[in-house]
């Protein structure tokens, strides 16, 4: 009856083990290079934006009036008189809009989270609303934070496992963000682009 050699079997077992693993982590690589790549872009162009407009509402003002005279020069003045009042009716519309939907989603997640009896959910929902203000990434980074501080919470609520009740509260603050996204900020913009274009 052969034998089996335990310094026949261990270097085999190792070759496989470090053979599966390699591939594990190679795969595991490209996917982590996929989601940096992606990521860094996504931050690339909030901050963009960010700049932009910060930039936009201090020397605002002091663009338009710089148009204006350029405009004059050449003979465009009411062309760019106009075209300027559209812009900033416009931003005006954009900007207060985004503090509405900031003050909606403050108090939205505070009322859904002091249901769901998290920790300091008045405290999350500031937040929430704060970077609502914070464009393309205010709802990741929401989020995000959201969900590492109730997976950390001391006593999940209800006697659940801590996964479980993240992922229950992730789930809520998702249907919070896509209410807000496709029915609460289509309403107010819609009345006011009908009521610029009359």
Not at 96 to 105: C, F, K, N, P, S
Not at 137 to 161: D, N, S, W
Request: glycine share 10%; proline share 5%; net charge neutral.
């Amino acid at each position: 009856m052969p034998t089996i050699q335990s310094s026949e079997v261990l270097p085999q077992f190792y070759e496989s083990l470090v053979g599966q693993v390699s591939g594990f982590i190679g795969q595991g690589g490209t996917l982590v290079t996929g989601v940096a790549q992606t990521a860094l872009v996504t931050l690339t162009r909030g901050i963009v934006m960010v700049v932009l407009s910060i930039y936009l509402l201090l020397d605002g003002p002091r663009i338009f009036v710089f148009l204006k005279h350029a405009a004059q020069q050449v003979g465009y003045s009411d062309d760019a008189a106009f075209l300027i009042e559209d812009f900033q009716s416009v931003w005006n519309t954009y900007f207060r809009g985004q503090v509405l939907l900031a003050a909606i989603m403050g108090v939205l997640v505070s009322i859904t989270l002091f249901i769901l009896r998290a920790d300091n959910p008045v405290a999350l929902g500031i937040v929430a609303g704060v970077l609502e203000i914070v464009p393309v990434l205010g709802q990741y980074l929401t989020m995000g934070i959201i969900v590492v501080l109730i997976f950390f919470q001391p006593e999940p609520a209800l006697g659940m496992q801590p996964w479980l009740y993240t992922l229950i509260v992730a789930g809520v603050i998702f249907g919070i963000q896509q209410i807000q996204g496709n029915v609460i900020l289509p309403r107010p913009l819609a009345a006011r682009w009908r009521c610029i274009r009359c």
